[in-house]
């Protein structure tokens, strides 16, 4: 007998309406029946994405809808500006470079959040920039870019400015239409407490004229053909179609609960584990940029930090994240996203607290906790 | 009240072992616990597959493994034969078209197979063609095509043979190894009787050297970033963990019931829906090529084969599915595939003979179940 605790920056548990869902006899997804759930779950993303724009929903994980953003805006031989200051900044890179895109790369150091004034000059620089990829929660370091900012930046020139809010959807605020975010993916295993399986993305109409013109190879991923399912509210090929259903339970949760509510729900958790792993006397990754999506701590020195990671999970059903590539050993990632809530995070850092005892750290037992707590009570 | 039964060519219904799992609290897919799935996973899948080639497990519909097995193996400016005797025929050839492929096209009238000599005096004709798409059952038609002879035709050549197999695998035999299937694909909501959302694909050594050389453009279904993790027993990206485990639970009643007694039951069942509508004195619309997996009938002359689909849909609950493209309204197809046994077709052949005597069509009733009957007696 062992509970299992996931504190990960996805997949993220799952509501018990969510899981029961799934377990449903499945329904054929050419039916009045599938498209009205297909019609109620385009209406609950655009009320999570807070966008009028086209959203479409694919079958693949958070990567596809990535690799659609690129392919559809831009053809090889155009010029993309990325933001990169981690992991995932890097996979935007990677996918341009795989389809003869040019990359103009703002690096940003790991920890540290985007200067938007560095894309103001990058885009004066060079205006041949047709898109600007940039990542809302880097979630690799857990930092948060100043979306809005960006979309100041961005708005008044040619390009258009493409956001990956993977983790950071219906976690932290995103304004898709008021920030003029032309292209947003996200993904289902992160704040939308869903499975992973499903990829999201919205289209602005000055996004959509690149979907016509751009010359990538695609198919799959064509979103000509996604915009002409989605006006007869339908599907280019099977949609997942257990992944839609449990889409449209998730996101009856978040409705009831209102955006604001989430949100703050996910501010108070990040504080709360903030002041726990500072009270125990850890560093925070990103000090002054930490979204409240997941928060990555500095590994004390002279500690094995894939040992921590690796206990707390294997003796003790506890799932936190390790850090990745050059992370990997330095720092761990504790995510506070998605179907979470205080007592969640009270067992996350009492468990915290007894490997790191029982790694030989000196602190008292309990600071971490009564830190929580005492932010919970507020 | 109202019970509904699936009787289409994917997705079908799922087993309560498959509902079930999907409706367990989820596990984080970089930990030993899914790793041991993915590695059961992949193994059971080779079982089906009938090969020790890599199987790859990609998150998407069938349509996104195609894709793969086109981008992996071929060009811009190479040249493909496709046979094409349906909409999933066609679907080879835009996929191929999409990426610059030179497509030479084998067109089978709707309803036959293939002649597999065709293909041998194209392959010789064009010594130029690096990969023949085929299609093992053509879902729109319902056709089985001969892939054994197929695949004797193409083994001494330098081509590769590619093998839609995603309605027919699990439902009907495919010997990927014996018949030298250089790359086969299939999805999980036909045989493996699991919800849409995951694709497969298999590749043998002969097509890998392909894959290492191919130019064309990929990322998401690079299958080069697939080798590499699933030599770690890993994936790429974030895996549709539930449907990873559900295939699981779908695997072990394959394999506990044995690759011919699954294959046997197909062919009961489809021999029973064949019996049943000529009993009806209706007209079969693949008579000498028809599958196991999906039978095809021509709506007779006069009858409103929209509304016969519908009518069996909306009012009685018993989906089949009706005829696409050109077929539309002049075929509906009715699905013997997945988690079937005899009294499913005894449901479906009731409800199309009630619906066919609503709509004036002179039989006497019975006689369906009837002829189905005798052949489930012997």
Known sequence: MRKNYLLTPGPTPLPPQVMESMARPIIHHRTPQFQAMLKEAVEGLKYVFQTNNDVFILTSSGTGAMEAAVINLLSAGDTALV???????????????????????????WGKAVNPLDIEKKLKANPKIKAVFTTQCETSTGVLNDIAAIGKAVKNTEAVLVVDAISSLGAVDLKTDEWACDVVVSGSQKGLMLPPGLSFISVSLKAAKLVENSKSPRYYFDLRKAKKALDKTDTPFTPAITLVI?????????????????????????????????????????????????????????????KLVKTMRDTYGVTIAGGQDELKGKVFR????????????????SCLEKVLTQMGYKFQMGTGIRAAEEIFLK
């Open 334 to 349: 504790f995510a506070h996203m998605g179907f979470i809530e205080e007592f969640d995070i009270v067992i996350g850092i």
């Open 83 to 109: 933001v990169q200051g981690g992991k995932f900044g890097e996979r935007w890179t990677e996918i341009c470079k795989a389809y003869g895109i040019t990359v103009e790369v703002i690096d940003v150091k």
């Open 246 to 306: 449990a889409l449209n339970e998730a996101l009856k949760l978040i409705r009831q609960d209102g955006l604001d509510v989430v949100f703050n729900r996910h501010r108070k958790l990040a504080d709360a584990t903030r002041a726990a792993v500072k009270a125990l006397g850890l560093e925070l990754f990103a000090p002054e940029s930490g979204s409240d999506v997941v928060t990555s701590v500095k590994v004390p020195a002279g500690f094995d930090g894939e």
